[in-house]
């Protein structure tokens, strides 16, 4: 292939499919709701990302909001686990834990490949959404993501 053929450059243009032939505006409102659905996709996944770095809090709050009675036996109380002073312990493995934490983080890398094939289609109007939708998600729940910021 020559290499003026494999060129990638951005361009303007509303008339770009996103993901699938089936999905290709034609018109500038067309055009306009896929800048805003990616915007919302983008703002969306930043929420997941603070979802993920705080998966440990919501996961023990959920269990204990369901069952109290097994998890004050263990020492829960209100998120936090009675451990002596000095010692550490390692939480116990459990199969319903990791496997939200495993369909949350397959949500996260779908919702990531999904913005990325956006921006590879080299469309400036994609580009800018994809990044405005960061820059909104960042904004507003920004102080949930903690270290995910740099993701």
């Known amino acids: 292939m020559p290499m003026d053929e494999m060129l990638m450059v ?8 996103l993901w699938s032939e089936s999905w290709w505006p034609l018109t500038t409102g067309q055009y306009a709701g896929t800048c805003i659905f990616l915007i919302a996709l983008a703002v969306i996944f930043r929420g997941l990302l ?49 496997l939200f934490r495993a369909v949350l983080d397959t949500v996260i890398a779908g919702f990531s490949y999904l913005l990325m094939l956006a921006v590879m289609t080299m469309n400036v109007g994609y580009f800018m959404s994809v990044l405005g939708g960061v820059f909104l998600g960042s904004f507003v729940l920004g102080r949930y993501t903690g270290a995910a910021a740099a993701h």
Not at 51 to 80: N, P
């Open 50 to 98: 603070g979802v993920r770095m705080h998966f440990d809090k919501i996961y023990s709050w959920m269990v204990y909001r369901h069952d109290t009675k097994v998890l004050r036996k263990y020492g829960f109380e209100k998120d936090q686990v009675k451990v002596p002073e000095g010692e550490v312990r390692a939480a116990r493995w459990s199969v319903n834990e990791e």
């Open 10 to 17: 951005f361009f303007t243009s509303t008339q770009t499919a």
